[in-house]
C-alpha cells in the first residue's frame, strides 16, 4: 500500500510537470486539451468485453474518425497545438500512448499526460490558466455508458464553466463523433 501510494505521487509530480512544460513551451499558442475515453476513442464498449489485461483493453478501443481528423487538423496549425489529457491509471501511459500514435493522433511523450480522476484533471489546469489564456478543454466529463445510463461529473463541469477556458462538452462532442467525412 505504501508503495503504491509512492509511485501515485511521484507519477502526480511527473505528468503534472509534463502538462506545465507543455503549456509553457507553447505559450502563445491556442492548446486543445483532448480527453480520450469516450471522447476520442469509443470506450464504453470495451467495458462489457473481456480481455487479458487493461493494456489489451486500451489497445483495442475504436477511433471516433471525426475526432482523430480534428486533432490532426489542429496539429497541423501554426497557431494551435494539441495536448491528450486522460483519466486512467498511471500503469496505463504506455498502452495509450501507444494507441494514439497507432491510431494516428499527434501524439508525443511530451504531450500525453494520465491523471487518475476528472478532479486531478481541473487539478492541472487551473494551474496553468494564469500562464495561457488560450486553452480549450474538449471532454465529455461523462461515465456509467456501458450500465445503460450516462452519468455527467456535475460539479467538475460548473467548475469548468467558470473557468477562462472554452469548454465543449458532451452534447456538441457527441454531434461531432458522428459526423462522416
Same mark, same amino acid.
Given at each position: 500500500?505504501?508503495? +503504491? +501510494?509512492?509511485?501515485?505521487?511521484?507519477?502526480?509530480?511527473?505528468?503534472?510537470?509534463?502538462? @506545465?512544460?507543455?503549456?509553457?513551451?507553447?505559450?502563445?499558442?491556442?492548446?486543445?486539451?483532448?480527453?480520450?475515453?469516450? /471522447?476520442?476513442?469509443?470506450?464504453?464498449?470495451?467495458?462489457?468485453? @473481456?480481455?487479458?489485461?487493461?493494456?489489451?483493453?486500451?489497445?483495442?478501443?475504436?477511433?471516433?474518425?471525426?475526432?482523430?481528423?480534428?486533432?490532426?487538423?489542429?496539429?497541423?496549425?501554426?497557431?494551435?497545438?494539441?495536448?491528450?489529457? /486522460?483519466?486512467?491509471?498511471? +500503469?496505463?501511459?504506455?498502452? /495509450?500512448?501507444?494507441?494514439? !500514435?497507432?491510431?494516428?493522433?499527434?501524439?508525443?511523450? !511530451?504531450?500525453?499526460?494520465?491523471?487518475?480522476?476528472?478532479?486531478?484533471? #481541473?487539478?492541472?489546469?487551473?494551474?496553468?490558466?494564469?500562464? @495561457?489564456?488560450?486553452?480549450?478543454?474538449?471532454?465529455?466529463?461523462?461515465?456509467?455508458?456501458?450500465?445503460?445510463?450516462?452519468?455527467?461529473?456535475?460539479?467538475?463541469?460548473?467548475? #469548468? #464553466?467558470?473557468?477562462?477556458?472554452?469548454?465543449?462538452?458532451? !452534447? /456538441?462532442?457527441?454531434?461531432?463523433?458522428? +459526423?462522416?467525412?
Amino acid at each position: 500500500m505504501l508503495l +503504491k +501510494k509512492l509511485f501515485n505521487f511521484f507519477a502526480d509530480k511527473y505528468f503534472h510537470r509534463v502538462f @506545465q512544460n507543455f503549456i509553457k513551451q507553447h505559450a502563445g499558442k491556442s492548446i486543445f486539451i483532448f480527453d480520450i475515453d469516450n /471522447t476520442i476513442a469509443h470506450t464504453y464498449p470495451s467495458l462489457l468485453n @473481456q480481455y487479458n489485461s487493461e493494456a489489451e483493453r486500451h489497445l483495442s478501443l475504436q477511433v471516433f474518425p471525426s475526432m482523430q481528423q480534428l486533432t490532426s487538423a489542429i496539429e497541423r496549425s501554426p497557431s494551435r497545438c494539441v495536448l491528450f489529457l /486522460t483519466a486512467r491509471s498511471y +500503469k496505463m501511459y504506455r498502452p /495509450t500512448l501507444q494507441w494514439l !500514435q497507432q491510431n494516428g493522433f499527434p501524439a508525443a511523450k !511530451q504531450n500525453v499526460v494520465v491523471v487518475p480522476d476528472a478532479k486531478t484533471k #481541473l487539478r492541472y489546469i487551473e494551474s496553468v490558466l494564469p500562464l @495561457q489564456p488560450k486553452l480549450w478543454l474538449i471532454d465529455d466529463m461523462s461515465y456509467h455508458h456501458e450500465h445503460g445510463e450516462v452519468k455527467f461529473y456535475d460539479n467538475e463541469i460548473r467548475l #469548468l #464553466l467558470k473557468m477562462p477556458l472554452r469548454y465543449i462538452g458532451y !452534447q /456538441t462532442i457527441r454531434r461531432f463523433q458522428n +459526423k462522416i467525412k
